[in-house]
């Protein structure tokens, strides 16, 4: 595919991404610090829908021939220690990579000082990684996927998980309604752990 | 029924359709969503206007040139375009610093929340580039791939992420 069309293909795709990431709300700060601070779940929500979906295109596309699979290697050392620092920076920065672009769209000027701190982050990163790589590439098991450990077919592992996912979805929803975690200015901000804490006994002791 | 005009939409409609993106992804691109690697394109390239020699470094040069490097730097382009249209269209643009920052920093200080967004960018990225993937690479495309490498890294994402969320005060 030439560049030209690969990049209205990628336009036309990242303007659908972007606009259900609005839609979603996951792109709030306040979605994302309350998943992290286990007080909104919105987040997990929208995040095991998106992978259960894909489970079952992804299983589709594998099983019909149309596709195969492009998984990235196990690095047990990069896996961990990157996810330990992505982890970090997204608590701080209130996004992740994706939804930083989502902010900027949807007007927040905070996000353009993640966009700017992100971009040196990738660049000291690509200076470094010729001293980092020997590191980074050590104790792999290679492209290891989930089914090749079960020894099933692609498909039915990736339609099995898909189903416990949905599971787990059900009883999340029952848990917590999602519509409750959406917060009154759709920005995923709850009333605030004190008059939450407090409001709960007096409520109490009025019906009493 | 959901509608382009609304404030939002249920976390399962919009998750589905985030798998669904998938397809046009594995099918006409070859690859799987990701927003991360973008970022050493445009840096790399930015970068090389002022120090060429990068090109030298492997890495800049698998990620400088080529339909998709270029195709996930339009596809994140694409992110803010969509998000500005949403919130455009339901009336939800946002303006400044979210009010969730003032009580999770106890500071209305706008020059603390961009120090923080610019470490916690940083931060972000350089991780996502260790790890070799983020939430979109390795989450929403490892794990639906089923990739072994992808269940860690997330899980590695959600400990840190968490952890450091504790630090900050309770949203």
Known sequence: ?208 | MPALTDRAWSPYLAGALLGLLQIPAFLLIGTALGASSSFVTVSATLASLVDPAIQQIDYAAKHLAGAKNWWQVALVVGVALGAFLSSRLSGTLRRGIAPVWERALGTKSPAIRFVLAFAGGFLMLAGARIADGCTSGHGLSGMAQLAVGSFVAIAATFAGGIAVAHVLRRV
């Not at chain 1, 795709?13 to 839609?23: H, R, S």
């Not at chain 1, 994302?32 to 992804?58: C, D, E, H, P, W």
């Not at chain 1, 000027?109 to 980092?132: N, S, V």
């Not at chain 1, 979805?169 to 519509?179: G, Y």
């Open chain 1, 1 to 208: 595919m030439s560049i030209l069309s690969a990049v209205l293909l990628g336009l036309a795709m990242g303007v659908v991404f972007g606009f259900v990431l609005e839609k979603s709300r996951v792109f709030e700060p306040a979605v994302i610090l309350g998943q992290l601070q286990l007080r909104n779940f919105l987040m997990l929500k929208i995040f095991l829908s998106g992978v259960a979906a894909g489970l079952v295109v992804i299983g589709v596309l594998v099983a019909t021939g149309l596709a195969g699979l492009h998984p990235k290697p196990a690095l047990w050392t990069a896996d961990i220690v990157g996810g330990l620092i992505l982890g970090a920076g997204i608590a701080l920065a209130g996004a992740c990579p994706g939804t930083t672009l989502a902010q900027i769209g949807a007007g927040y000027r905070d996000a353009w000082f993640t966009l700017a701190g992100g971009l040196l982050g990738a660049l000291t990163f690509t200076y470094l990684e010729p001293t980092l790589r020997p590191v980074l590439l050590e104790g792999g098991a290679g492209k290891l996927t989930l089914d090749k450990v079960l020894g099933v077919p692609f498909p039915w592992a990736a339609f099995g998980f898909a189903a416990l996912l949905v599971i787990g979805l059900v009883a999340l929803e029952r848990w917590r309604p999602w519509q409750e975690e959406i917060g009154t200015n759709t920005d995923g901000l709850l009333p605030p752990p004190e008059t939450a804490a407090s409001a709960a006994p007096a409520e109490a002791a009025s019906r009493a």
